[in-house]
């Protein structure tokens, strides 16, 4: 997805797939309108936010990272958040911005890891799924819906099903009117017949969350 062109393509061919094997997701087109996804090329300053975006709300993951870069600007006299310029602040420093402390050390165990060398973002999007999930939950702070994220919205990964994500299951259960005791299985089922793009049918699931979808029946 690096060149816009091919990106156009691909959105293209995995809307007339899912609207092709799957009548629900056909609906959910039609009501949401065009993919939108983008993609977020700076790999290390998304896996910061990513951490720094934890179990709080999006007003207040905002406020702490705009701390942080005016603390990295401070420091490096830049405001691009990077290993190395990370590295120079203290958890001291990163707590007085809003982190816990444990979120702090993640941070730095991240900037640190990809500085060693020991995640290589530079080549990381050479290799394939599960071994960049296996290369990021290395971090302490990452786990493997993280790493997903990371491949959907930074590589651009188009075959992604983030089977953990919360919204992903609520807006499945709504949309096929499953109940509540629906297994992890069966979601899996589901997102089998978007392949090979099931990051795009994820997508329209988060976004039929903010939309009225009509059920199949009104």
């Not at 939950?137 to 983030?162: C, H, K, N, Y």
Request: proline letters at 3%; charged letters at 25%.
């Amino acid at each position: 997805m690096a060149k816009p062109g091919r990106k156009s393509g691909q959105l293209e061919l995995a809307i007339q797939h899912l609207r092709k094997v799957d009548p629900v997701m056909r609906r959910v087109i039609d009501h949401v309108g065009p993919c939108t996804l983008k993609c977020d090329r700076d790999r290390f300053w998304m896996l910061v936010r990513s951490i720094l975006s934890q179990q709080i709300s999006t007003a207040a993951a905002r406020t702490i990272r705009n701390r942080v870069v005016s603390l990295v600007e401070l420091s490096s006299g830049s405001k691009r958040v990077t290993p190395a310029s990370l590295l120079t602040l203290s958890i001291e420093q990163l707590r007085g911005a809003g982190c816990s402390q444990r979120k702090a050390e993640y941070m730095l165990d991240l900037a640190a890891k990809v500085n060693e060398c020991e995640v290589r973002l530079s080549t990381i999007g050479r290799l394939d799924n599960e071994e960049v999930i296996e290369m990021l939950v290395q971090v302490r702070g990452i786990g493997r819906w993280t790493a997903e994220m990371f491949l959907m919205f930074s590589l651009g990964r188009l075959d992604v099903f983030p089977v953990d994500d919360l919204g992903v299951r609520n807006a499945l259960l709504k949309l096929y009117e499953l109940d509540q005791s629906t297994s992890y299985g069966d979601f899996r089922a589901i997102a089998e017949k978007w392949q090979p793009y099931a990051t795009i049918g994820s997508w329209y699931c988060w976004r039929s969350l903010e939309t009225d979808i009509p059920s199949e029946s009104r």
